[in-house]
């Protein structure tokens, strides 16, 4: 399966990247109603870091952001799970498919992780360099002002060489 869709279905609800159980039921090739009960079955392995129920805005925003959704009515609020939430669904769901699922998972949240921690260094590195361009703009203010000074001396020295004498001349 192809990391790009799967980091399409990854959120940030919460300050958290989570995936949402139907996007997870559709990834592991079962419903989500049959999802959703093995879950249930297991609720003391799903502590509120690992899964927590949208709210009813938190999945209005959510459902806003697409033009078009596919998702249709539901009657329920989604379950989402946080990366820990999808580590554990492995000892959830048992077969192969859910397994080697739940491998391609993991890595797309290692792979956003590592996105994010790069964009970070960025961002710092991109910080210092306008730091540094702030200390090198007072340096060349500082020679420029000097140039101008040696310039005004210069324009100063000629205009005295040049000038007409006055008294005996040759």
Known sequence: MQLQVIH????EIREEKVMLDFDLAELYEVE???????VK??????PKEFMFILTQKEFADLRSQFVT????GKRYLPNAFTEHGVAMLAS??????ARKMNI?????????RKLAIK???????MIELKNRIDEHDVQFAGIYDAIENLLDEKVNQTSWENRERIGYKK
């Open 32 to 38: 989500t109603k049959v999802f959703n009960q093995a």
């Open 92 to 97: 959830v769901l048992k077969s192969e498919k």
């Open 119 to 125: 964009n970070n260094e960025l961002i710092n590195l």
């Open 104 to 112: 391609a998972i993991i890595r797309a949240f290692i792979a956003l």
């Open 8 to 11: 399409n279905k990854i959120y």
């Open 41 to 46: 079955r297991n609720l003391d392995l799903f």
């Open 69 to 72: 959704s596919s998702w249709g």
